[in-house]
């Protein structure tokens, strides 16, 4: 998971009931982040020690578990734009042990439940992808899925089909029904190529292996998928016993003759093996052995799997309600190494946070030399009271930003001050902020900030924005270097340094071309997206449609209300506050104007249609595979004229818009006899 938790240390005077709301709150938030947006915000060891306090808090006082908490439900839930997939099974998380010691205590209560201590337990590699699931149905790929929230996952079937080692078709001897689990993930010789492509295409960069392959699998548009070095590896047959398996061992042996790949034929290349584990001794010499090895894989591993391997005795352990008891997740501890804070500097990211960096003597920690290690705001420099000067302890777990872990007070230097956070923004002078109940201090000049404004410039441009093509970080970051612009309204001033553009390294005349009739054709975006594509804080697409509908215009916007937003469902008070304050400061006001001065006219939403009225009234669309236009837009189409967007196909679907590479849902229509359309033929219907 990248950057530190938000969640200061328990305060004194909070109650176990305040700090019980608090961490919930803010692991359901990190839950969001890591399993359904891809993007993590701290590492894993982070988020362990938040869930194992709360854990506690929960055995001290089990009145305060409810069957809303973290610890009482499997973290993450299917996309709305994807199909769903009901699990027959569930799929659990897996219980942590952080320690060998833990380790100890887990094999001894298993003892215990089972009345001895002469099982067996399957020891591989804990694989840090994302969870999948593939049934077979007669020898056929029927459906993959994501693990999703546990119950339902999503329908990612033409996305798993672009993985070259993920068989369609078992051999003949396979059973009628077969259903498996495993992990996908990136390599990462294939991830560091990936990113060099990137780069050189002046493309965004990726942070890490595990969410690049999370965010391709659940990609809407197979054809991306297809573009992302994906692997596979699958460790478990969900209706072993159905088969008549006995064990984990016998599982592995029937991947193996279907053609699925799984952990023997994966690492024993690199000289590991699966290991059968029939002591406490033999576990722990596993897991020292896949922790001696872990950066010589070519792939990301954070952990060992152990798994009583007797199905028969996997039933008598039965399950906790988030997890089995007969299978521990035995995670590497986070590699620490000492070395020098040379220098603590502020950076002063997208959202005008500003961030404490300790720049740090370089020193190799876990495979990787580190030059930077994250502070993440004011309470965590005065609670580690670090300084200029110091011996720090930094950690790195994961492929995640490191962060300093505590101060060697010994090895303190005389003559040392405590560090004080800046007044005002260094980038651009203006006054800081701290919002009540949150802990990182803000530049509140969004557009107007040299370090905001390349951040602020890629998503004005981004798909779901004004939607601006070649606009991506590279793109931003050479012509904001260039001089060429400060803020998005300079974008619609590039046509009259064409000359100057094509000069640009990279650049040339058919992109700077290009780029400018993008540019050109964003002048009429919906109200909604051009709201959107300001970035106020917390104004997601959602909250910016029904900002557009209370505005009515540009113009009803620019002089919007508090009372006009008071009155609009789903907007609250702090984001009401959000939007009023940024459209009363006034650099943002004359960006704004400078916008609509340039030619961009953002539309005026469509007039509510009351019940019956509409072209698409009493009609359900379904849209799949590639489309010219945003599925996001082609939706709100459908909506603006009275009829439904869904993500599955049923028997109540209209029509199925079908694009290049379409897959399951194109032969669900099929199935169901469901009209088929092209998108042309959308287009004439509008």
């Known amino acids: 998971m990248a950057g530190r938790i938000n969640v200061p240390p328990m305060a004194k005077k909070q109650t176990p009931e305040q700090r019980h709301k608090q961490l919930a709150a803010e692991i359901a938030r990190h839950d969001v982040l890591y399993y359904e ?166 493309e965004k960069t990726y942070v890490n292996p595990r969410n690049t392959a999370s965010g391709a699998l659940r990609q809407l548009d197979a054809s991306i998928s297809a573009q992302r070095p994906l692997s596979a590896v699958w460790y478990a047959v969900v209706n072993a016993e159905d088969l008549g398996l006995k064990d984990q061992w016998e599982a592995l042996d029937l991947l193996k003759r279907m053609g699925l790949i799984s952990s023997p034929e994966l690492i024993k290349e690199h000289g590991l093996k699966v290991f059968g584990a029939k002591s406490l001794d033999a576990l722990i010499a596993a897991y020292r052995a896949y922790g001696a090895k872990r950066h010589d894989l070519p792939f990301e591993i954070d952990g060992m799997v152990a798994k009583v391997a007797d199905f028969g005795l996997q039933r008598a352990l039965g399950s906790r309600t988030r997890s089995p008891r007969f299978m521990l997740a035995c995670k590497f501890p986070p590699e620490e190494k000492e ?101 990182v201090l803000r530049c509140p000049n969004t557009l107007g900030c040299p370090a905001q404004g390349e951040g602020a410039i890629v998503h004005f441009a981004s798909r779901l924005a004004m939607n601006i093509e070649g ?104 984001i009401a506050q959000r939007v009023i304050k940024f459209l009363g400061e006034k650099h943002n006001r004359e960006m704004i104007k400078r916008l609509i001065d340039a030619g961009v006219s953002p539309l005026k939403p469509p007039p509510k249609l009351k019940p019956g009225e509409g072209k698409f009234e009493g009609m359900t669309f379904v849209f799949t595979g590639a489309i010219s236009m945003a599925r996001e837009e082609a939706e709100a189409l459908v909506k603006d004229r009275g009829g439904k967007a869904a993500g599955s196909v049923s028997k109540k679907t209209s029509y199925v818009v079908a694009g290049d590479n379409a897959g399951s849902k194109l032969d669900k229509a099929r199935e169901l006899g469901v009209k088929i359309i092209t998108e042309a033929d959308f287009k004439n219907m509008l």
């Open 471 to 574: 606009f991506g970080e590279k793109t931003v970051h050479a012509l904001v270097a260039a001089g060429f612009v400060k803020n998005p309204a300079d974008l619609y001033s590039l046509k009259d340094r064409r000359a100057e553009l094509i000069e640009l390294d990279r650049m040339g005349e058919k992109s700077a071309d290009k780029l400018l009739k993008n540019i050109e054709g964003s002048k009429k975006p919906s109200l909604a997206r051009f709201i959107y594509a300001l970035g106020i804080r917390n104004v997601g697409e959602t909250v910016a449609a029904l900002v557009a509908d209370a505005a009515g215009s540009a113009e009803g916007f620019l002089d919007l209300a508090p009372e006009k937003l008071d009155t609009v469902d789903g907007i609250g008070p702090v």
């Open 339 to 439: 070395t020098i804070c040379e220098r603590i500097g502020i950076f002063v990211g997208r959202t005008g946070a500003l961030t404490p960096v300790a720049h740090v003597t370089p020193v190799k920690v876990g495979g990787v030399t580190v030059t930077n290690a994250s502070l993440h705001n004011a309470d965590e420099i005065e609670r580690l009271d670090v300084r200029e000067g110091d011996t720090i302890v930094i950690e790195r777990a994961g492929d995640v930003i490191p962060h300093v872990l505590r101060v060697v007070a010994d090895k303190r230097p005389k003559g040392t001050h405590a560090f004080k956070m800046p007044t005002a923004c260094p980038q651009c002078g203006t006054p800081v902020e701290r919002v009540a109940e949150e802990v």
């Open 37 to 202: 947006k891809s993007a993590p915000q701290i590492p894993d060891a982070e988020y362990d020690k938040l869930f194992r306090e709360l854990e506690q808090i929960e055995r001290d006082d089990p009145s305060l578990v409810t069957p809303q908490s973290p610890t009482q439900r499997v973290a993450g839930k299917p996309r709305d734009d994807l199909a769903k997939v009901p699990h027959r099974v569930p799929m659990v998380s897996i219980q942590n042990a952080m320690n060998e010691d833990e380790i100890t205590r887990w094999h001894a209560s298993t003892a215990a439940e089972l009345g001895n201590d002469k099982f067996e337990i399957l020891c591989e590699p804990k694989y840090d992808g994302l969870s999948c699931e593939l049934v077979y149905e007669k020898g056929k790929l029927r459906v993959a899925s994501t693990r999703g929230d546990g119950f339902i996952g999503e329908d990612v079937t033409p996305n798993i089909k672009t993985i070259l080692t993920v068989p369609r078709s078992l051999p003949k001897d396979a059973p009628d029904y077969l259903e498996v689990r495993g992990e996908v993930y990136i390599e990462k010789e294939a991830f560091a190529a990936l990113n060099a492509r990137q780069e050189e295409e002046g």
